[in-house]
Structure formats: C-alpha cells, structure tokens
Nanobody, 118 residues
Framework: QVQLVESGGGLVQPGGSLRLSCASS????????MAWYRQAPGKQRELVAV???????NYADSVKGRFTISRDDAKNTVSLQMNSLKPEDTAVYYC????????????WGQGTRVTVSS
C-alpha cells in the first residue's frame, strides 16, 4: 500500500553535490526507520544511511562526513544530501522504510540514478 518515490538523481562531476528526495504516500513518522540504499552496476545493494524514528542517524563508512540523511515528517519526505561526490558513489539510490512492530513491513522505491563522472 505504501509507495516510496525517489527523485533528484542525475549527472554530477566529482566533488559536486546532489540532493535526493524520497516522497512517501504514508506517514514516515510511523516508520521505525527510513534509509537510503544504493546499488552500483555488478554489485549488491548496500546500506548508505539510516534515520530512526527518534532522529538518530547512521552512515556507511564510505559516505560518513559527506552524506547527510534527514527527515521531514510534515511533508512525509526523506532526503539525502550528498557532498564531495566521488565516482564510486555512482549507483542507483533507493529509498527504504521499515517497521518491526506490530509486524515486519518493508517498503522500497523504484530508485533514482546518480552518476558521478567528469
């Protein structure tokens, strides 16, 4: 029932910045956590950043200090601000929402492509 839609991807030069947005058809405040994942060509999907219901954040070591995840409960959106982008950041980025109680629920967006290249 819940739909997540990512936007903001595109082509950016190394060292540049990009801001991704995830719009949810449901209330993100009810999610135990929202996250951004990414999948590069030929590689498995990996967790990039997480923001919990309480606003705590965690990042993959590869993006720590460069990426910032944030949440706007009033607009039901989750954002990923990406700075100092590197070619290895090139991937399709996916928005994810998860609930653990009263039962496990997991939601995925269709992804938005980010290409970091000169």
């Amino acid at each position: 029932q819940v739909q997540l839609v990512e936007s903001g991807g595109g082509l950016v030069q190394p060292g540049g910045s990009l801001r991704l947005s995830c719009a949810s058809s449901g209330s993100i405040s009810s999610a135990h956590a929202m996250a951004w994942y990414r999948q590069a060509p030929g590689k498995q999907r990996e967790l990039v950043a997480v923001i919990t219901q309480g606003g705590n954040t965690n990042y993959a070591d590869s993006v720590k200090g460069r990426f910032t995840i944030s949440r706007d409960d009033a607009k039901n959106t989750v954002s990923l601000q990406m700075n100092s982008l590197k070619p290895e950041d090139t991937a399709v980025y996916y928005c994810n929402g998860v609930l653990y109680y009263p039962k496990y629920e997991n939601y995925w967006g269709q992804g938005t492509r980010v290409t970091v290249s000169s």
